[in-house]
């Protein structure tokens, strides 16, 4: 169901970042309309939530944002962004990673835990997933946006970096080469055994964008109906299955069991 809320739609982008934010909205908008357990606030955990882009639209429909990074830089650009936006009070940062999840909600269990372009930089993603799961009330909802591989393949490969392609293909983690900044991308299969041993059923998966990212710019930059025409197509092919494969990014919405 999409998310038409004015929050959600604020910034300028690029087209493609405006697509991929959008997508995020709509995937992320139903999870936070269930109220926290008391019937107020959601308390929601942004993991590796960085500058906030996402957790300051969170606070501005009024849900209580923890956002943990360990980077300090992130974390005062979004005090600053935070405050700016009027919502200071209600978006926390603490600088760390998921261990430090268990003595940071106050006995609160969270509601909603967000982990987007993340379990790409951690040491060990199966303890992530763990960390998160065990700070999560049941039935709480995780939404996980992870970098899938065959979208990198797909991507090197329609823009002639064969070599990239190649080695992420065959990586055992998915990476380009050595100066490949992520430490690993995911397949669909392991990323779903991932969660499952974690005590988190998938409920949806979508891709993120699926066939955006493999349009030239230069043909969105050139006209507005192609555009138009590319939004209608990523909303078309986002839960096709057969074309998923080509997503640079998988959303995956799990619940703890
Ligand atoms: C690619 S950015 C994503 C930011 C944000 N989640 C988003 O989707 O726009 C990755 C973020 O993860 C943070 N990060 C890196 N290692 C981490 C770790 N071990 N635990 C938590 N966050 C980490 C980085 O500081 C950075 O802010």
Known sequence: ???????LRRERRSTRAELRHEAIGRLVGPLLRAPGPDGGAALVVDLGGGAGTLSVELALLGHDVLVVDPSPDALAALARRAREAGVGERVRG????ARALPGLCGGRAVDVMLCHDVLELVDDPATTLAELAAAMRPGASLSLLTAQRSGAVALRAAVGRVEEALAALSDPDGRTGPDDPLLRRLDADATAALLGDAGLDVVEVTGVPVLADLVPEAVLDSSPRARESLRRLELAAADHPDLR???SHLHWHAVRR
């Not at 169901?1 to 929050?7: L, Q």
């Not at 603490?94 to 990673?97: E, K, L, M, S, V």
Request: a negative charge.
């Open 1 to 7: 169901m999409p998310d038409t809320s004015p929050a």
């Open 245 to 247: 494969g080509l997503a």
């Open 94 to 97: 603490h600088q760390g990673d």
